[in-house]
Each structure stands twice: as structure tokens, then as C-alpha cells.
């Protein structure tokens, strides 16, 4: 199977790179500075591609975010004048949606998301809501959000869970957010699906 892989050079596109060269998959990296992609192989030179993982990402900011919302509409207009490409999987975030999420801890659910979320995060889960609002305008797209709960870096997947929409969690390591997203180009992938992704 051949993939772009958008935010490549972000921690989490490294780990998906890492993972899709192991299980045999062509790789174009879609990176904003080619000189510093870490990776080397072979497989990183695919001109077609059958499905897009978008890991882009952004720091929080008190200025306005359009990253996730405008750089989608780019994606899915260069994959509707493809032949062949329909499938589409991005990260969004386990903070997205109307209503507050449910975590673990009464300072977690009470204190900290909603400053995360209201505040400190503010634009950044606003345009994530932008972007999502979009897909599902997108029914010629095989779509799916995975929404990851606080990223960490570990080594080697777990036995992480996917649910629709949200799910009890604190945290999603990156190589689970990695597999996670792998395992949607499979037969079992949820096309046109909001799916909460929690570590442990």
C-alpha cells in the first residue's frame, strides 16, 4: 500500500513512518523542511498514494489556528483529483467536541480540561472542531478522526482501545497513536468515524 504521511517530520509522523516501513508500506513524506527528515529508506520515494495519515500539529497559541481546518480542505481537494485515493485518517485531539470529555481524577476533569481546553488550548481546539465539522461534509472521502488523549513518547505499542466519539483516559502514548491509525487502512477501519484512542 502506498501512503502520504502529512507532519512527517512531528514526533508522532516519525513514529508512523517508523512503523509503516517496518510493515512494508511506501512512504511520501509530506514534510515542511526535507533537509531534517531523519528517515531514510528506499520506500520513502512514492509517487501515487492510496490513503493519507495527517499527524500536522501546532503548540498551543493565543493567535488565531487554521492549520488542521484549512490544511484538511488542501488534503481532501488534492485527493478528490486523484484516481485513486479515498482514504483519509487525521489526529485531532480527545479535547474536541461540544461537550467536556471524562477523565480520570476529579483535578483532571474539573481544573485542569477545562483550562486546557477553554483557555490554554482555546484555538487550537477550536480549529481541530472546524476541521472535524468539515469531514463530515466529506461523504465521497473515507474519513476518520482519532482523537488521542495527552501524547507521550515511549517504546512499543500497547494494547491500547478505540470508541467511538470519547472514552475514560489520561494519556495516549505515540507508537499506539501510530498503530492506531496503521490499523484504519485495514478491512476493519471506521470510514467516517470519531474515534477516541486511549493508552493502557
Known amino acids: 500500500m502506498n501512503i502520504v504521511v502529512f507532519g512527517a517530520n512531528g ?45 500536522l500539529g501546532t503548540p498551543y497559541s493565543h493567535n488565531e489556528i487554521r492549520l488542521y481546518s484549512v490544511s484538511t480542505k488542501a488534503i481532501v481537494e488534492a485527493m478528490r483529483a486523484s484516481d485513486s485515493c479515498r482514504r483519509l485518517v487525521v489526529v485531532s485531539s480527545g479535547l474536541t467536541g461540544r461537550n467536556l470529555p471524562k477523565v480520570r481524577g476529579f483535578i483532571q476533569r474539573n481544573v485542569v480540561v477545562p483550562i486546557l481546553r477553554n483557555v490554554i488550548g482555546r484555538t487550537v481546539y477550536e480549529d481541530m472542531f472546524r476541521m472535524e465539522n468539515y469531514l463530515e461534509t466529506c461523504t465521497n472521502i473515507e474519513w476518520t478522526v482519532i482523537r488521542p488523549w495527552r501524547l507521550i513518547s515511549v517504546s512499543g505499542v500497547s494494547n491500547y482501545r478505540l470508541a467511538e466519539d470519547f472514552t475514560v483516559g489520561n494519556f495516549t502514548t505515540r507508537p499506539d497513536l501510530a498503530a492506531a491509525m496503521l490499523a484504519e487502512l485495514g478491512t476493519n477501519g471506521h470510514i467516517h468515524k470519531k474515534m477516541a484512542l486511549i493508552t493502557g
Open 11 to 55: 514526533p508522532t509522523g516519525l513514529e508512523v513512518c517508523r512503523q509503516a516501513l517496518a510493515a512494508g508500506y511506501h512512504i511520501t513524506a509530506a514534510v515542511r523542511r526535507p533537509d531534517e527528515f531523519q528517515l531514510k529508506d528506499k520506500s520513502l520515494n512514492v509517487v501515487k498514494a492510496n490513503a493519507v495519515l495527517s499527524t
